[in-house]
């Protein structure tokens, strides 16, 4: 047999930056899954006359105008090429598909993207959505592209021509020039942090968590020749903050300012939070990954909490500290997570708690170990889901703090149903 | 002829339907089914890759756009991954030929 080396991509460095966070040319990032982007997707868009489609597209822009402009400072890229070589590595090597831009000059042109996580992996093979999904990879194209030709970042504008979403066999994006550019927000980037650093992992376990840090530093998370990343049985993107937090904080100000309901969006948000701990979270479970380097550290269910609390502290969403664990409650401390540093870029001190995801994502872990059981391998399908998330011992999560208020760290609260 | 028989299923949770899992009854060992992979990649442009997990080597083997193998990870199994823009029929006859290769691939064992 003879193997052969890939070709390699035009990427900026990617260091871990302090409390677990993921960082490359400023933009924090965040792995999530098809299923949480698809949910959050489709919570976003759920009435058209909130506009959200534009925000989506315009937000992607910000996020890859700001790294493509930062990173190609930081690799010395000069030529249009060069910065749009990066543009679509970076587009592959964080999962979101493959995306040429080739034919972009400075007036503009067509994309294509032959592989696309939003147009192909947020439907099964059997179906198809009414409009395109591709929103993200719209505003991508258009972001990049202005930051390839030294513009400010609204300065293309960005028309859907076809998606794979809506069965069209690959997605094309048009781009023209927008004159004068829009002047629409820019990247938060890496968000405004408390700089606290956080404790060592509760000792109060037979998981190893540097171990296991350690041992997932060697997996591959980077997107396949397709520029997809088919890990954990669902496929993983390695999505932006700042991205995340424009369309969430933005969609949750709209609901306020033309319905006033407020809680009814957050509600919305923390189940696709919900789904994200138990798609995500449970494909790490019942990965044979998870079998090779966690499962055999776990003695009890006890631990199998400190360990998937251990690998989501390597996933980019800061530091997670079990404070207290019980049958029924659990406390976690999230440091430096990306919405509260996003928040508190944006819009400064909020009145409310923000951690939307990871309100949902802390039920959703203690719902698939404590109520579903998943150590003996249940099938992690919607009607599963049904079954834990509407069983009377179902958990729900309060937070206690928030570092979006100003506190130190934002702590969750689990509780189970009774 | 080997009596191995070779079970094909699809992994539940993958909405494209892309990954499949093979596992072999009675069960193979993993350096029967490298030649299996071996057999399957011969002629073909490939990477590899191995990742050491815990006591495991996971190792993959990259057909480009059309296919990954994963093998290592649990024993006797190998999983397969078809890339997206594989077509359905490629997709078809590549599992009927796995499945073969491993149902014979039984040389040498005792």
Not at chain 1, 174 to 179: F, G, H, N, V
Not at chain 1, 227 to 241: A, D, Y
Not at chain 2, 63 to 86: D, K, N
Request: charged share 20%; with cysteine; hydrophobic share 40%.
């Amino acid at each position: 047999m003879t193997s052969h080396p890939p070709t390699a991509r035009v990427l900026c460095s990617m260091e871990p930056a302090p409390y677990g966070r993921l960082l490359t040319a400023g933009e924090p990032l965040v792995f999530h899954c098809n299923k949480y982007n698809y949910w959050l997707q489709q919570t976003l868009l759920l009435d058209r006359s909130l506009g959200m489609r534009e925000v989506m597209v315009d937000a992607a822009a910000a996020s890859a105008h700001s790294l493509v402009s930062r990173g190609s400072d930081e690799l010395g890229l000069t030529t249009p090429e060069e910065r749009l070589r990066l543009a679509s590595d970076t587009f592959a090597q964080f999962g979101f598909g493959t995306l040429d831009l080739t034919r972009i000059t400075t007036s503009g042109g067509e994309a294509v993207t032959p592989t696309s996580h939003f147009g192909q992996c947020l439907v099964d093979e059997r179906g198809s959505f009414q409009e395109p999904q591709n929103l993200f990879d719209a505003g991508y194209a258009a972001g990049a592209a202005a930051a390839a030709y030294g513009l400010p970042a609204g300065s293309f504008g960005a028309e859907i021509l076809a998606c794979h979403s809506v069965g069209d066999p690959e997605g094309r994006v048009a781009l023209s020039r927008r004159d004068p550019p829009a002047d629409f927000f820019l990247s938060h980037g890496e968000g405004v942090g408390n700089e606290i650093a956080p404790p060592p992992p509760n000792a109060d376990t037979n998981v190893d968590e540097l171990g296991i840090l350690e041992a997932l530093s060697g997996l591959d998370f980077s997107g396949n020749e397709e520029g997809l990343i088919h890990r954990f049985g669902v496929m993983l993107t390695l999505q932006f903050g700042s991205y995340l937090n424009r369309v969430v904080y933005e969609f949750v100000h709209r609901m306020v300012d033309r319905a006033g309901m407020i809680e009814p969006a957050e509600a919305l948000l923390v189940e696709a939070g919900h789904r994200c701990g138990f798609h995500t979270l449970g494909g790490v479970m019942t990965s044979p990954e998870w079998d090779a380097v966690v499962r055999p550290q776990c003695r009890n269910e006890d631990d199998w909490i400190h360990g998937i609390v251990a690998v989501i502290n390597a996933l980019g969403y800061g530091t997670w500290r079990v404070e207290e664990l019980t049958e029924d409650r659990l406390v976690v401390r999230a440091y430096d997570g990306y919405e509260s540093r996003g928040y508190k870029a944006l819009f400064g001190r909020a009145s409310r708690p923000t951690d939307y995801l990871v309100q949902g994502g802390a039920a959703g872990l203690f719902n698939l170990i404590r109520v579903g059981k998943i150590a003996d391998r249940p099938i992690l399908d919607d009607a599963f889901y049904e079954t834990v998330l509407n069983a009377p011992e179902s958990a729900r999560t309060e937070l206690a703090t928030c570092e979006s208020m100003g506190d130190d760290y934002t702590s969750l609260v689990v509780t189970r149903g009774e | 002829m080997s009596d191995r028989t070779v079970s094909v299923e699809r992994a539940p949770r993958c909405r494209q339907g892309l990954e499949w899992v093979f596992t072999a009854t009675p069960s193979l060992a993993d350096e029967d089914i490298l030649r299996a992979v071996t057999q399957l990649l011969d002629g073909e442009r490939w990477t590899t890759q191995s990742t050491r997990l815990g006591e495991a080597v996971l190792t993959s083997f990259v057909v480009p756009f059309r296919f990954e193998l994963r093998v290592g990870l649990v024993p006797g199994q190998l999983t397969l991954l078809h890339r997206m823009r594989a077509e359905e029929p490629a997709r078809v006859a590549l599992r009927e030929r796995l499945a073969g290769l491993l149902g014979a691939s039984d040389a040498g064992v005792p």
